[in-house]
């Protein structure tokens, strides 16, 4: 890293999908500091916030492939659905032996290894969708290509967007894509039943849906600035026999919230190994 805390890069970096995850990456590259010239996008069409970010720093944008050189790493963040067609095209880029850095869901090391090069060092990782604001974690997993000096510039990059976490083996995305990947769609439908609840204890909805946003945001950022436990943060707000205690003699019974989630993370670990296969 340079004194700044931008990424120390030799080559350029290819960053191939501008949208709204790849957008947060770029936009966070940028501002660490990294050299706009050693930059290049590969998106057709990428949302106006990043077409904007794109010609406001003169990065490059679209060049032929077959005219870069020096090429140290590639960032695969595109959609999955046409990883197939993308990769057909910047595979080419592997006889530069970049490492390939992917951020996109359900697509295993060995996808990136059959289109760069079976020696291709690869990471796969999924970030979370508050990586969009700087506050996401993700998680990497590396192949045994990858040079430590390769892992500490993919979290360097990674950290663009959030926290970084390591997994010795790839297989544990899966986890972590149900855990964290999946996750705040589970704390997005928390607020909603948190509100709908208010509503049939007799609130207006919107005052309901108002106290739920607030009270789940805030929850987090307690967690997020205090970094105590979320277990002791639990405690110190349930008094005993008060409403809290009572509330969460529901939540916490053995058919409660927490038999629920299990099951809920099972499913969608069970999911993301049948994508990913």
């Given at each position: 890293?340079?004194?700044?805390?931008?990424?120390?890069?030799?080559?350029?970096?290819?960053?191939?999908g501008?949208?709204?995850?790849?957008?947060?990456?770029?936009e966070?590259w940028?501002?660490?500091?990294?050299?706009p010239?050693?930059?290049?996008?590969i998106?057709?069409?990428?949302?106006?916030?990043?077409?904007?970010?794109?010609?406001?720093?003169?990065?490059?944008?679209?060049?032929?492939?077959?005219?870069?050189?020096?090429?140290?790493?590639?960032?695969i963040?595109?959609?999955?659905?046409?990883?197939?067609?993308?990769?057909?095209?910047?595979?080419r880029?592997g006889?530069?032996?970049?490492?390939?850095?992917s951020?996109?869901?359900?697509?295993?090391?060995?996808?990136?290894?059959?289109?760069?090069?079976?020696?291709?060092?690869?990471?796969?990782?999924?970030?979370?969708?508050?990586?969009?604001?700087?506050?996401?974690?993700?998680?990497?997993?590396?192949n045994a290509?990858?040079?430590?000096?390769?892992?500490?510039l993919?979290?360097?990059?990674l950290?663009?967007i959030?926290?970084?976490?390591?997994v010795?083996?790839?297989?544990?995305?899966d986890?972590v894509?149900?855990?964290?990947?999946s996750?705040?769609?589970?704390?997005?439908?928390?607020?909603?039943?948190?509100?709908k609840?208010?509503?049939?204890?007799?609130?207006?909805?919107?005052?309901?849906?108002q106290?739920?946003?607030?009270?789940?945001?805030?929850a987090g950022?307690?967690?997020?600035?205090?970094?105590?436990?979320a277990?002791?943060?639990?405690?110190?707000?349930?008094?005993?026999?008060?409403?809290?205690?009572?509330a969460?003699?529901?939540?916490?019974?053995?058919?409660g919230?927490?038999a629920l989630?299990?099951?809920?993370v099972?499913?969608?670990?069970?999911?993301?190994?049948?994508?990913a296969?």
């Amino acid at each position: 890293m340079t004194a700044d805390g931008a990424a120390r890069l030799a080559g350029k970096l290819v960053l191939v999908g501008a949208g709204k995850m790849g957008g947060a990456m770029l936009e966070g590259w940028l501002g660490a500091g990294i050299d706009p010239a050693q930059v290049v996008v590969i998106d057709p069409a990428p949302p106006e916030t990043s077409a904007a970010l794109i010609a406001a720093h003169g990065v490059a944008h679209n060049p032929p492939l077959e005219r870069l050189s020096d090429v140290e790493v590639v960032v695969i963040a595109t959609k999955p659905q046409i990883m197939d067609e993308v990769l057909a095209e910047v595979g080419r880029l592997g006889a530069m032996h970049p490492l390939v850095l992917s951020i996109a869901a359900g697509k295993t090391i060995a996808t990136f290894e059959a289109a760069f090069g079976e020696a291709s060092a690869v990471i796969r990782s999924i970030p979370n969708t508050p990586a969009a604001i700087g506050r996401g974690i993700t998680a990497m997993a590396a192949n045994a290509h990858v040079t430590p000096a390769q892992a500490d510039l993919a979290r360097t990059l990674l950290e663009a967007i959030g926290e970084v976490v390591s997994v010795d083996e790839e297989g544990l995305i899966d986890a972590v894509t149900a855990v964290s990947g999946s996750g705040p769609a589970y704390v997005f439908y928390l607020t909603e039943c948190l509100a709908k609840a208010g509503a049939a204890a007799g609130l207006p909805h919107e005052l309901a849906m108002q106290l739920a946003r607030a009270t789940v945001s805030g929850a987090g950022e307690l967690m997020h600035l205090s970094g105590v436990p979320a277990g002791t943060l639990r405690e110190n707000v349930t008094s005993p026999k008060g409403t809290t205690w009572a509330a969460l003699q529901v939540l916490m019974a053995d058919d409660g919230l927490e038999a629920l989630m299990a099951r809920a993370v099972a499913a969608a670990t069970k999911r993301s190994r049948e994508l990913a296969g």
